[in-house]
């Protein structure tokens, strides 16, 4: 890996979380250690080089991001992936529902945060409609972290016009554009 991957991925993961800081202000609810220390684990050496490797190299070590990625997800509880059991556990008397755990609601605010700091890096938008459009349909999310969701979305201006899981944003205009 050169020197400039390095550099790149290093610069290209402050602005995430100097976006997502800026969002997660936004979202409200979400402690600022837990803002200031979004995504630490990129950092960590079984993440960084293969994310330097897969963002801002030649992509030429899948099984190595593939690693990365879980470990990504199982030190991170911001990923809905964190809450879910792969052989759908679930103890008796737990809340689980097919293997899904409800987020707490911190994390979930998190997660939003995270999103709308990478729309913000990848489209220059803070919406995020088409992204969620494309990918809320296929999250396993417990029904009251769905619940949880929905309303921390609407509370942001998205909405569904006919019922549908798909969503709009109504008006965007009191959050600040890409500087």
Do not use: C
């Amino acid at each position: 890996m050169s020197t400039t991957e390095i550099k790149a991925f290093f610069e290209s993961l402050h602005q995430h979380k100097k976006y997502v800081l800026e969002a997660g202000l936004l979202v409200g609810g979400i402690p600022e250690e837990q803002l200031f220390n979004h995504d630490a684990s990129k950092f960590m050496e079984a993440e960084y080089p293969h994310y330097a490797r897969q963002f801002h190299g030649d992509r030429g070590d899948p099984h190595g991001f593939a690693l990365a990625w879980l470990h990504h997800i199982h030190h991170n509880p911001h990923h809905w992936q964190h809450w879910v059991f792969p052989d759908g556990y679930a103890s008796a008397g737990s809340r689980s529902e097919g293997g899904v755990m409800p987020m707490p609601e911190r994390y979930l605010r998190e997660m939003v945060a995270d999103w709308l700091g990478a729309s913000l890096a990848y489209t220059g938008s803070w919406d995020m409609s088409p992204w969620l459009n494309r990918h809320l349909a296929e999250m396993k999310l417990h029904s009251e972290t769905r619940t949880m969701l929905a309303e921390v979305l609407a509370s942001l201006g998205y909405r569904s016009a006919d019922g549908s899981p798909h969503l709009t944003l109504l008006d965007w205009s009191k959050y600040p554009e890409h500087r």
